[in-house]
C-alpha cells in the first residue's frame, strides 16, 4: 500500500504541473520538478529500507547523474571529470534534447538501478515521460533526451562499480569482544553493526576516509571523576529531565529508517527517511526560497549528496575506528539500569555522530552557495507527524539536528562537537572542489 501511495503522489504532482498556458519548455526549466523527483526517490529508498549510509550513495550517485547532463550544455557549470578520477565525461548531446527532461530522466535511471522497487521508478520515469508528451514536446526530443540521459546513467554507474560497494557486501562483519569500552549491541532489536566496512568504499571528493579524522574520544573510564563519566552524566540527566521542546527537537530530527517498536510479545518495524533525506528535502526548501533555476538547483542537490556521501565513509571510519559503546549500554552498566534513552539507539558505535556531520557538511556546502541569509521552513517531516520548524539560517539547523542525539540519549557530547567540525571540514572541501 504505502508503494502504491508514493506512486499517487508522484503522478498527481506530475499531472498538476500540466497547464494549457505552459509550453514543456516552461514546465521543465521548474527547478520544483527536479526536488519532487528527489522527493519521489526518496519514498522509494525509505519503502525500501536504505541505511543511511546506502541511501548516501544512491542520492549522490543520482545527483552526480543529472547534474552532467545539465552540465553539458551550461555556460555556468563543468563536468566534474576531471575531479573524480577515472570518470569519463558526457560528451555534449549530437542531437536535438530538452536538458532539462534528460536531467530528470539520468536521475531516475540511477535510482532506479540502485534501489529495489523497479516498479515504483518506472512509475516515476513513466510519469516524467507523460509530462512531456502531455505539454507538446516534440517525440524526437524526448527520445534524444530519453538516450541522452541512458548515457550519462551508464557513464555514472560504470564509475559507481569501482567504488569498493560490492567487496564490502561480503567483507568480514563486525565482531564482539570483552573489551568494556567497545560498542555492544542495543535494545530492544540487538542488531548487528549496520555497515561495518562503509569507510572502505571510495569516497566521491574526499581524498580517503581519514583527511580529516577527528581527534580521539575522552579515554573510557568508570570513574565518577573523569571526564568520560561526566560525559555520560550529562546524558543521563538530560535524559531524565527533557523538556517538551527537547523532546520534540529529538523526534524531529530522529530520522530512524527502520525503528524497532514492543508492544507486548510483538516487535514489529516502522520506516522514516534517512538523516540524508531529510537533508535532501531541506536542500529543496532552500532552492525554493532563494529562486535558485534549474540548473542551481542541480548544482545545490549534487554539492548535497556528494558532502553527505563523503561524510559517511568519512563517519563510519572514525566510529569503527574506536568503536566506543552507546550511552545506553554505559548508563545501564554504571549509572541506572533501568534507564532508556528518549529515541532508539541507532546498532553501530557511538563516535562521532553521524547526524552531526552530514548536517553540517550539507549546511556548510548550501551557505557556501547561497549564503549565510539562509532562513527557512523545514517541513519535511510533515508526513512523519512532525510539525514544521523554523530556523534562522541551515547553520542553525545543523547544530540543532547534532543536538538532539543527546536528548535522544544517543550520543555523547563529544561525538557531536568533533562532528560538526567534521562536517564544516568536508563541506567546505567538496565546495571548493566542485567550484
Same mark, same amino acid.
Given at each position: 500500500?504505502?508503494?502504491?501511495?508514493?506512486?499517487?503522489?508522484?503522478?498527481?504532482?506530475?499531472?498538476?504541473?500540466?497547464?494549457?498556458?505552459?509550453?514543456?519548455?516552461?514546465?521543465?526549466?521548474?527547478?520544483?520538478?527536479?526536488?519532487?523527483?528527489?522527493?519521489?526517490?526518496?519514498?522509494?529508498?525509505?519503502?525500501?529500507?536504505?541505511?543511511?549510509?546506502?541511501?548516501?550513495?544512491?542520492?549522490?550517485?543520482?545527483?552526480?547523474?543529472?547534474?552532467?547532463?545539465?552540465?553539458?550544455?551550461?555556460?555556468?557549470?563543468?563536468?566534474?571529470?576531471?575531479?573524480?578520477?577515472?570518470?569519463?565525461?558526457?560528451?555534449?548531446?549530437?542531437?536535438?534534447?530538452?536538458?532539462?527532461?534528460?536531467?530528470?530522466?539520468?536521475?531516475?535511471?540511477?535510482?532506479?538501478?540502485?534501489?529495489?522497487?523497479?516498479?515504483?521508478?518506472?512509475?516515476?520515469?513513466?510519469?516524467?515521460?507523460?509530462?512531456?508528451?502531455?505539454?507538446?514536446?516534440?517525440?524526437?526530443?524526448?527520445?534524444?533526451?530519453?538516450?541522452?540521459?541512458?548515457?550519462?546513467?551508464? #557513464?555514472?554507474?560504470?564509475?559507481?562499480?569501482?567504488?569498493?560497494?560490492?567487496?564490502?557486501?561480503?567483507?568480514?562483519?563486525?565482531?564482539?569482544?570483552?573489551?568494556?569500552?567497545?560498542?555492544?549491541?542495543?535494545?530492544?532489536?540487538?542488531?548487528?553493526?549496520?555497515?561495518?566496512?562503509?569507510?572502505?568504499?571510495?569516497?566521491?571528493?574526499?581524498?580517503? #576516509?581519514?583527511?580529516?579524522?577527528?581527534?580521539?574520544?575522552?579515554?573510557?573510564?568508570?570513574?565518577?571523576?573523569?571526564?568520560?563519566?561526566?560525559?555520560?552524566?550529562?546524558?543521563?540527566?538530560?535524559?531524565?529531565?527533557?523538556?517538551?521542546?527537547?523532546?520534540? &527537537?529529538?523526534?524531529?530530527?530522529?530520522?530512524?529508517?527502520?525503528?524497532?517498536?514492543?508492544?507486548?510479545?510483538?516487535?514489529?518495524?516502522?520506516?522514516?527517511?534517512?538523516?540524508?533525506?531529510?537533508?535532501?528535502?531541506?536542500?529543496?526548501?532552500?532552492?525554493?526560497?532563494?529562486? #535558485?533555476?534549474?540548473?542551481?538547483?542541480?548544482?545545490?542537490? #549534487?554539492?548535497?549528496? &556528494?558532502?553527505?556521501?563523503?561524510?559517511?565513509?568519512?563517519?563510519?571510519?572514525?566510529?569503527?575506528?574506536?568503536?566506543?559503546?552507546?550511552?545506553?549500554?554505559?548508563?545501564?552498566?554504571?549509572?541506572?539500569?533501568?534507564?532508556?534513552?528518549?529515541?532508539?539507539?541507532?546498532?553501530?558505535?557511538?563516535?562521532?555522530?553521524?547526524?552531526?556531520?552530514?548536517?553540517?557538511?550539507?549546511?556548510?556546502?548550501?551557505?557556501?552557495?547561497?549564503?549565510?541569509?539562509?532562513?527557512?521552513?523545514?517541513?519535511?517531516?510533515?508526513?512523519?507527524?512532525?510539525?514544521?520548524?523554523?530556523?534562522?539560517?541551515?547553520?542553525?539547523?545543523?547544530?540543532?539536528?547534532?543536538?538532539?542525539?543527546?536528548?535522544?540519549?544517543?550520543?555523547?557530547?563529544?561525538?557531536?562537537?568533533?562532528?560538526?567540525?567534521?562536517?564544516?571540514?568536508?563541506?567546505?572541501?567538496?565546495?571548493?572542489?566542485?567550484?
Amino acid at each position: 500500500m504505502k508503494k502504491i501511495y508514493v506512486v499517487i503522489i508522484c503522478i498527481l504532482f506530475l499531472a498538476s504541473s500540466c497547464s494549457e498556458d505552459k509550453d514543456y519548455e516552461t514546465v521543465f526549466k521548474n527547478p520544483e520538478l527536479y526536488s519532487q523527483t528527489v522527493g519521489s526517490l526518496t519514498d522509494v529508498i525509505t519503502y525500501d529500507v536504505f541505511s543511511p549510509p546506502v541511501a548516501s550513495r544512491i542520492y549522490a550517485y543520482s545527483n552526480l547523474a543529472a547534474y552532467e547532463v545539465m552540465a553539458s550544455k551550461s555556460v555556468k557549470y563543468r563536468s566534474l571529470s576531471k575531479k573524480l578520477a577515472g570518470f569519463n565525461k558526457l560528451a555534449k548531446p549530437e542531437k536535438p534534447v530538452n536538458i532539462e527532461l534528460a536531467s530528470l530522466l539520468a536521475f531516475m535511471y540511477v535510482g532506479q538501478e540502485l534501489t529495489f522497487s523497479k516498479d515504483s521508478t518506472q512509475k516515476i520515469i513513466d510519469g516524467l515521460i507523460h509530462l512531456a508528451e502531455s505539454n507538446g514536446m516534440p517525440a524526437e526530443i524526448i527520445e534524444n533526451s530519453r538516450n541522452y540521459a541512458q548515457g550519462s546513467s551508464k #557513464a555514472v554507474m560504470d564509475w559507481s562499480k569501482k567504488d569498493n560497494y560490492k567487496q564490502t557486501r561480503s567483507a568480514v562483519k563486525y565482531t564482539v569482544n570483552n573489551d568494556e569500552s567497545r560498542w555492544v549491541p542495543t535494545p530492544p532489536g540487538y542488531m548487528s553493526a549496520i555497515e561495518p566496512n562503509w569507510m572502505k568504499l571510495r569516497p566521491v571528493m574526499i581524498d580517503s #576516509a581519514s583527511q580529516f579524522l577527528p581527534l580521539p574520544p575522552a579515554p573510557f573510564s568508570k570513574e565518577k571523576d573523569s571526564k568520560f563519566h561526566k560525559l555520560a552524566s550529562e546524558v543521563y540527566d538530560l535524559g531524565v529531565n527533557l523538556t517538551d521542546e527537547q523532546k520534540a &527537537i529529538a523526534d524531529f530530527w530522529d530520522c530512524n529508517g527502520f525503528k524497532m517498536n514492543v508492544s507486548g510479545h510483538v516487535m514489529f518495524a516502522t520506516k522514516a527517511m534517512t538523516p540524508g533525506g531529510h537533508w535532501m528535502g531541506i536542500t529543496g526548501i532552500v532552492c525554493k526560497n532563494q529562486k #535558485a533555476d534549474f540548473d542551481k538547483t542541480v548544482f545545490s542537490y #549534487a554539492g548535497v549528496s &556528494i558532502a553527505i556521501m563523503d561524510s559517511f565513509i568519512a563517519c563510519w571510519n572514525t566510529k569503527f575506528t574506536y568503536s566506543l559503546l552507546r550511552p545506553e549500554t554505559y548508563i545501564n552498566l554504571y549509572l541506572d539500569e533501568n534507564w532508556k534513552p528518549y529515541l532508539q539507539t541507532p546498532p553501530f558505535p557511538e563516535y562521532t555522530s553521524g547526524h552531526s556531520i552530514i548536517s553540517n557538511a550539507s549546511a556548510t556546502v548550501l551557505t557556501n552557495i547561497f549564503g549565510k541569509n539562509t532562513a527557512f521552513t523545514d517541513s519535511t517531516e510533515r508526513r512523519w507527524g512532525w510539525p514544521d520548524r523554523k530556523f534562522a539560517s541551515v547553520n542553525h539547523a545543523a547544530r540543532e539536528a547534532a543536538i538532539s542525539r543527546i536528548y535522544g540519549g544517543i550520543h555523547y557530547r563529544e561525538a557531536m562537537d568533533e562532528g560538526l567540525k567534521e562536517g564544516e571540514k568536508i563541506g567546505n572541501f567538496v565546495f571548493n572542489k566542485l567550484n
